[in-house]
């Protein structure tokens, strides 16, 4: 038996190659439903400290040790970005370089990975914005303007600005929910073609 943090920080128990979500802690017993629970009714308990109580009951389906390998790599993944400056291909590479070929193919995507592990890090107080942000993927500069004290960012690439220059209608949005804390993330969106793209600029909270 182990526990695997989620994204979302919550607690998810692994045992022979099941996952279970926590369902409710009762006088001190917690109790775990598979991950699974909308198809499959395999329940297990736990104590306050983490002992199991009772087995699991039997599942609807087969286990999924790939799920469970790619979950804690995960969880390791993000581990790293939080304690650690390391770069986030670094990261990546590492906690998948001892995952099996038959296994990898139950990881997400490396753009995915990689944005799962940014959101995890905040912007460095004061050292303005790291290098992997300044750039696309494929290596075009990102940074269209910036001021002295890392309160605000805007994000474009040439192309970007080309395809907005294009297009008569424009649609924006803000959200919180993305950025590093304290600041805003508004985008500027076009639509091409029924694609859209984007165009990024970080705010900070008091600006607004
Ligand atoms: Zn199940």
Redesign the pocket.
């Known amino acids: 038996m182990e526990f695997i943090s989620s994204e979302k920080g919550k607690r998810k128990l692994t045992l022979n190659g ?1 996952m279970y979500v926590r369902d409710k802690t009762k006088k001190g017993v917690t109790y775990w439903r ?4 909308l ?4 329940r297990v308990s736990t104590s306050e400290d983490d002992i199991l109580m009772r087995a699991p009951s039997e ?3 087969p286990p999924n040790s790939a799920r469970v390998i790619v979950a804690r790599a995960k969880a390791s993944m993000r581990d790293r970005a939080v304690k650690s400056d390391e770069r986030t291909s670094n990261i990546i590479q590492s906690e998948t370089q001892d995952i099996s070929l038959a296994t990898a193919g139950a990881l997400p995507k490396k753009t995915s990975l990689q944005r799962m592990i940014q959101r995890k890090r905040v912007c460095p107080e004061g050292n303005g914005l790291m290098d992997e942000l300044r750039v696309t993927p494929r290596g075009e500069a990102f940074v269209l303007e910036e001021d002295d004290q890392n309160e605000f960012y805007m994000f474009a690439s040439q192309k970007n600005l080309d395809i907005l220059n294009n297009c008569a209608n424009w649609f924006c949005d803000g959200t919180f929910d993305v950025a590093p804390l304290g600041y805003q993330l508004y985008t500027i969106h076009a639509l091409v073609n029924e694609n859209a793209t984007a165009t990024h600029i970080h705010r900070d909270r008091e600006q607004i």
Do not use: T
């Open positions: 099941f598979c991950e699974d629970y198809k499959c009714k395999s599942h609807s389906h």
